[in-house]
């Protein structure tokens, strides 16, 4: 198994931190895992992403020119990497912020309006955890159980703060799982 | 020890600390912040100390006091800093003393970019400061890797009393990875350096110096300087990746370069080419006999940088006309992927020998 993984958006939207939790979640399933953030001109155009590389051997490139996978949070995020993605992989789309149809007709397209579950849960602050827990339900790449157990040991101290990312990873998971495929990557 | 998930920059940050270092001092530039910051952290928890010098010129000199007074200490900085303090390298190396410096090479020349390049290789192997000096050179490719060669690197600085540089990118030094720390030793359990300049009570004093104007004196001074680097040799150290077999062609690269050859392999060997990876670890002393052995069992050499050249001259050195090498190299912080390179590869497979 060898999965390469973009997470997309503004900065600010926290897609650095489910990429680190997606490969946080790995490790702790016994994977080879990298988290490989962009930090120069792919960051014009307003678009903050990391790449995340789960592997059951070790990793080579920690990035990737054609992702098995994307989650993408923002406009200008799905206009840059939906060319990218390899046929058969799988898109999240946060169709709060995203207002058009996905061009591709060979993706595994998983809608979410990550915005508004995450106010309705209780913080606009967690679309991100939403959209992870979309592409978790659809890829099955990861145990949700690991990444919620990360989550938990991070906030330690701030169990409200605990109890609303899972509640949004868990709405999400729940869309994902609706759209739940033969795990991306080879 | 579970694996901790860390940046490339914090686990140099923290092998350091459990190498007994407890002294830093360094100076702020892109990619390699996260070390002095992560540094700032930690060495007031075990009682060490952090300084912001006032320039690379300063933080380097500093370290030539810190070891001259029998301390590990360890600077880290990236391409224009490094250039900064490429005189107190030479002095550090002419005095004889244990230093590591942490090399994460951004794009240049110049101020250059804030990305990832190799383009130090050339100034890490060949000295960087003036006179009749080597650095030894180490070159990890995973964050695992960095965490153990800096380990090593203390160590190897102590056996030589020479200074050693870790030589990363910012690839390695941003990106995240599982790492555990194998060893830990504290600094009273270090072994004692009698020639250091500790206080001289009850003893004749310690001379930390490199003046010698006396040409005699200079002359046997750089000859037994120059026999403590050929003495490196034998810490020459190598990896290589499916090259034990005839290949079509043998990849020659190291750090995140290698890395990234690794995934380009795989999926040549998938459409049937052979194709596999030589990777130097000790950049000085250079693993030559070894990769000779390799070039053997290959049809031709590829040598991939993100440089515009600079390895690729001690590989043509080694390879001496007997197999025809090429060259692949991307610069000014572009990254080639796993793909470009393994189409590069096969063109070159495509070309008859």
């Given amino acids: ?186 | 020890m579970a694996k901790k998930l860390m940046k490339g920059c914090e686990a140099i940050g923290e092998a350091a600390i459990q190498a007994g270092c407890r002294l830093f001092f360094g100076y702020p530039i892109t990619p390699q912040n996260e070390i002095p910051e992560y540094m700032s952290g930690r060495l007031p928890q075990v009682g060490g100390t952090f300084v912001q010098a006032e320039s690379e010129v300063a933080a380097s000199n500093m370290l030539y006091g810190a070891a001259g007074a029998g301390c590990r200490c360890f600077t880290s900085s990236s391409s224009p800093g490094i250039s900064l303090m490429a005189e107190a390298m030479s002095y550090i190396a002419a005095s004889e003393l244990p230093v590591v410096f942490v090399n994460i090479m951004r794009a240049g020349p110049g101020l250059g970019g804030i990305l990832p390049s190799q383009a130090d290789y050339r100034q890490a192997t060949k000295g960087g400061g003036h006179g009749d000096y080597r650095l030894l050179v180490l070159a990890p490719s995973t964050v695992q890797e960095a965490a153990d060669l800096m380990m090593e690197a203390f160590d190897l600085a102590d056996k030589y009393r020479s200074p050693v540089m870790i030589l990363g990118d910012g690839l390695i030094g941003q990106m995240m990875e599982p790492v555990e720390f194998k060893r830990h030793i504290e600094p009273e359990d270090l072994p004692s350096k009698p020639w250091a300049t500790t206080g001289a009570d009850g003893r004749a004093p310690n001379i930390i110096n490199s003046l010698y104007l006396n040409p005699e004196d200079l002359e046997k001074h750089n000859w037994d300087l120059a026999r403590k680097f050929q003495a490196m040799a034998s810490e020459v150290r190598h990896e290589i990746y499916l090259a034990d077999e005839k290949l079509d062609v043998l990849i020659v690269a190291y750090g995140s370069v290698a890395r990234i050859s690794r995934t380009s392999i795989d999926a040549l060997r998938e459409k049937g080419l052979k194709v596999g990876l030589f990777r130097p670890i000790t950049l000085y002393p250079y693993p030559a006999e070894a990769l000779a052995r390799a070039v053997e069992l290959a049809d031709r050499v590829l040598v991939t940088e993100l440089n515009t050249g600079q390895m690729v001259d001690d590989v043509r050195a080694v390879v001496a006309g007997r197999r025809p090498v090429e060259f692949f190299g991307r610069v000014g912080g572009m990254i080639m992927s796993a793909e470009e390179l393994a189409e590069h590869v096969e063109r070159i497979a495509a070309v008859p020998v």
């Fill in chain 1, 1 to 186: 198994m060898y999965s390469e993984i973009i997470m997309a958006g503004f900065g600010g939207q926290g897609v650095l931190l489910i990429g680190k939790l997606l490969a946080y979640a790995g490790m702790k399933g016994g994977l080879e895992v990298t988290w490989m953030p962009a930090y120069g001109p792919e960051m014009r155009g307003g678009t903050c992403n990391c790449t995340v590389v789960l592997s059951d051997r070790q990793v080579g490139s920690p990035i990737s020119r054609s992702p098995h996978g994307a989650v993408v949070l923002n406009l200008q995020s799905i206009d840059k990497f939906e060319p990218t993605i390899r046929p058969g992989g799988i898109m999240v789309v946060n169709t709060s912020l995203i207002n058009r149809e996905a061009v591709r007709k060979d993706l595994i397209v998983v809608p979410v309006a990550a915005n508004q579950i995450a106010l309705e849960a209780g913080s606009a602050k967690a679309t991100n955890m939403v959209a992870l827990g979309a592409f978790l339900g659809a890829s099955g790449l990861v145990d949700i159980s690991l990444v919620k157990s990360t989550l938990a040991e991070t906030f330690a101290g701030r169990p409200k703060i605990v109890q609303l990312n899972h509640v949004c990873l868990d709405k999400g998971f729940a869309i994902g799982l609706t759209y739940a495929a033969v795990p991306a990557g080879r």
